[in-house]
């Protein structure tokens, strides 16, 4: 298995809560090491940006107005098979289906607050990547 790389956001629902530290704690419980991190409060345009591959989606407009509603921290996490490991630490999209002990079934209000985001495939891990963080911010 490969060392990846794989972008992840902790969404305004969580940030509200004041959760940041609990949702890393599972990261790094899991085996993933944060190894760039900031706090930001996305604009309207950099939402849509971020999530343009969903822009015919029925949700989206809402998506871009709960994700720039408050402060997120995007973050790169770093370890064996990290893309697939984040995906299962954090649960399901839909915390209903989110499996016991993930972190969307222990923090999700629904399936638009579901408190993470992680990237899904090694293409969009760089992309996403590179979407907030330059080469010099991310530390191994
Ligand atoms: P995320 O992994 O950030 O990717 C797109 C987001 O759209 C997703 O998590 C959800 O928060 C949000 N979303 C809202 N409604 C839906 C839906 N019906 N299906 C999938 N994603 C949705």
Redesign the pocket.
């Known amino acids: 298995m490969a060392v990846e790389q794989t972008l992840s956001?902790i969404k305004p629902d969580a940030t509200r809560r004041n959760l940041t530290g609990k949702i890393n704690a599972r990261f790094e419980e899991s085996g993933l090491r944060i190894v760039a991190q900031r706090r930001l409060h996305l604009s309207r345009a950099q939402a849509e940006a971020f999530?343009a591959v969903?822009k015919e989606?029925s949700?989206f407009g809402?998506?871009c107005t709960f994700m720039c509603s408050g402060p997120v921290v995007a973050q790169v996490l770093e370890g064996e098979n990290a893309i697939e490991r984040n995906r299962e630490v954090m649960g399901a999209?839909n915390p209903a289906n989110a499996d016991e002990g993930t972190i969307r079934k222990d923090f999700a209000e629904s399936?638009?607050a579901?408190s993470v985001?992680?990237s899904d495939s090694p293409e969009n891990a760089a992309i996403e990547i590179a979407f907030f963080f330059s080469a010099i911010d991310i530390v191994g």
């Open positions: 956001i999530y969903h989606r949700f809402d998506l999209t399936i638009e579901n985001h992680g």
